[in-house]
């Protein structure tokens, strides 16, 4: 579970105690990565929702699994920045952040694909245009970050990046 912050730790804390920011996490590269997957998720999602979207249903899809992905970002986001994963230690974390990235990934490579293919330089909107444009320029981006985010998901999943010394140490201090 190296490269997931608050792994390492002893569980801490009780059931009744109250949640603690872990300032490490943000520091760390899956904290970072789920911040910029938050904001760019947010870019696309509002940026197809400035648009004539609804006369569109290629547009409609792109807006499900941008709100999606985004929502739930945001929900482990809070849980691994409010240390809650500690409280929930019989959930594998890392197995289940692993395949929430991988599944992102697939989704908004279809998202990705479907904005990209439905963008029309001949729209009657030039704003609509240019809005739905850049969504599919940051649904791109936004998907390659997710793909990033599963590998090193995988790597913490697999324990890669520690030995069997360091995590008995720091398990048992």
Do not use: E
Not at 8 to 15: C, F, I, N
Not at 129 to 157: C, D, E, K, L
Request: charged share 5%; glycine share 8%; with cysteine.
């Amino acid at each position: 579970m190296a490269g997931l912050p608050g792994a390492t730790r002893a569980r801490s804390g009780s059931p009744g105690t109250a949640p603690a920011l872990d300032g490490t996490f943000l520091c760390s590269p899956l904290g970072g990565l789920m911040g910029t997957q938050a904001v760019l998720g947010l870019l696309v999602w509002s940026l197809i929702a400035a648009t004539t979207y609804h006369l569109h249903a290629a547009y409609g899809w792109v807006m499900f699994v941008a709100l999606f992905c985004w929502i739930l970002t945001l929900l482990f986001f809070m849980t691994y920045l409010l240390q809650l994963q500690l409280k929930f230690y019989v959930i594998p974390w890392p197995l289940v952040l692993m395949i929430y990235n991988a599944v992102a990934t697939v989704l908004y490579i279809t998202a990705f694909v479907t904005c990209a293919a439905a963008v029309q330089p001949t729209s009657w909107r030039q704003w609509d245009y240019n809005r739905r444009a850049a969504a599919s320029f940051f649904a791109g981006v936004t998907m390659i970050i997710y793909g990033v985010s599963t590998f090193f998901s995988f790597r913490a999943w697999k324990g890669l990046g520690s030995n069997a010394a360091t995590s008995q140490v720091t398990d048992h201090a």
